[in-house]
T-cell receptor, first 110, second 112 residues
Framework: NAGVTQTPKFQVLKTGQSMTLQCAQD?????MSWYRQDPGMGLRLIHY???????DQGEVPNGYNVSRSTTEDFPLRLLSAAPSQTSVYFC?????????FGPGTRLTVT | AQTVTQSQPEMSVQEAETVTLSCTYD???????LFWYKQPPSRQMILVIR??????QNATENRFSVNFQKAAKSFSLKISDSQLGDTAMYFC?????????FGAGTRLTVKP
């Protein structure tokens, strides 16, 4: 049981490039979410999904896309990276009231 | 709107001493959970302790305990017998409708 996994752990992009952050969970949780963590601001919700085929926007969705074709996977796409998207990204799945976090991806956009 | 406020950006404590981290929140819900997460330099988010609002008894997990004041909407974390491994960012969190609302965090340094 690997829990929530994220790849890559680190990534450097140039402005305008696109990429996908991968997230997978093996706990059969319906609810998954993506957060970004910036200094002094805690974690903020980007997008979330309540089940396969269902996604919705969180607090800071601009510049990001998500899809949920399976219960296990919830990738986050950066369409055209900007320096403002430099952050640490966490994927999480939820069962009941408890969140299970992935190890995070540190993304730098130059 | 549900908000979570941590008013102490940084704190330090001597090893073996006790420290209390503050958190206040705002909600119109009557039954809910509250959480404290620890984030060490490894970046992993680790659940420290959870409190159910309908329980009057404060939650305790080994050296970690909370002081939950429902009427005041206050949820502080007390760390007893602080250890060097407790050095980390600590986040107070409150479940919203579709997400978890986090405070801005308190950076705790345990000094030898």
């Amino acid at each position: 049981n690997a829990g929530v996994t994220q790849t890559p752990k680190f990534q450097v992009l140039k402005t305008g490039q696109s990429m996908t952050l991968q997230c997978a969970q093996d706990m059969n949780h319906e609810y998954m979410s993506w957060y970004r963590q910036d200094p002094g601001m805690g974690l903020r919700l980007i997008h979330y999904s309540v089940g396969a085929g269902i996604t919705d926007q969180g607090e800071v969705p601009n510049g990001y896309n998500v899809s949920r074709s399976t219960t296990e996977d919830f990738p986050l796409r950066l369409l055209s990276a900007a320096p403002s998207q430099t952050s640490v990204y966490f994927c999480a799945s939820i069962r009941g009231s408890e969140q299970y976090f992935g190890p995070g991806t540190r993304l730098t956009v130059t | 709107a549900q908000t979570v406020t941590q008013s102490q950006p940084e704190m330090s404590v001597q090893e073996a001493e006790t420290v209390t981290l503050s958190c206040t929140y705002d909600t119109s819900e009557s039954n809910y959970y509250l959480f404290w997460y620890k984030q060490p330099p490894s970046r992993q988010m680790i659940l420290v302790i959870r409190q159910e609002a309908y329980k009057q008894q404060n939650a305790t997990e080994n050296r970690f305990s909370v002081n939950f004041q429902k009427a005041a909407k206050s949820f502080s974390l007390k760390i007893s017998d602080s250890q060097l491994g407790d050095t980390a960012m600590y986040f107070c969190a409150f479940p919203g409708v579709n997400d978890m609302r986090f405070g801005a965090g308190t950076r705790l340094t345990v000094k030898p």
